[in-house]
């Protein structure tokens, strides 16, 4: 996997993928950002998140789970000393669908949280408490 990263100017970064697409971060107003982009902090909650509930919808799937929607909501806490890491982060999965079966769903984030998430691992493995929560809303 690759990625490169140009300066767009004052606190502005711009990330190509290999797969083809563009990230904009910014840093904040304090640091020379003009909120033109997320924080990069922000972008690796958000690829946690991402890959969180890809798993999460995938496992329900493969289950023979009728999953319509996922949202990950993410809460973080960071370390006030530089460097400021994230100490805690707590992500509660809101799955929709139609006669979920609340057993699965546990499972999927289990399995997500333990053994298929690679960036919440190794976020956990680098000293991060990562906890997880769910709660399903069905549909008709």
């Not at 909120?35 to 493969?62: T, W, Y």
């Not at 289950?63 to 530089?82: P, T, Y």
């Amino acid at each position: 996997m690759k990625t490169k990263i140009s300066w767009g100017g004052d606190a502005k970064f711009i990330a190509e993928t290999e797969s083809g697409h563009q990230l904009v971060m910014d840093g904040p107003p304090d640091h020379g950002g003009k909120n033109q982009g997320a924080r990069p902090m922000e972008v690796v909650l958000s690829g946690m998140g991402g890959c969180s509930a890809f798993d999460v919808v995938h496992i329900l799937k493969k289950s023979r789970q009728d999953v319509v929607g996922c949202v990950a909501e993410i809460e973080a806490e960071r370390a006030d000393e530089v460097p400021s890491v994230f100490t805690k982060i707590h992500i509660h999965f809101v799955v929709s669908g139609r006669n979920l079966r609340e057993n699965q769903v546990a499972n999927a984030v289990k399995l997500s949280a333990e053994k298929y998430c690679s960036a919440s691992i190794m976020l956990s493995r680098g000293g991060v408490e990562i906890t997880h929560s769910h709660s399903i809303e069905a549909v008709d």
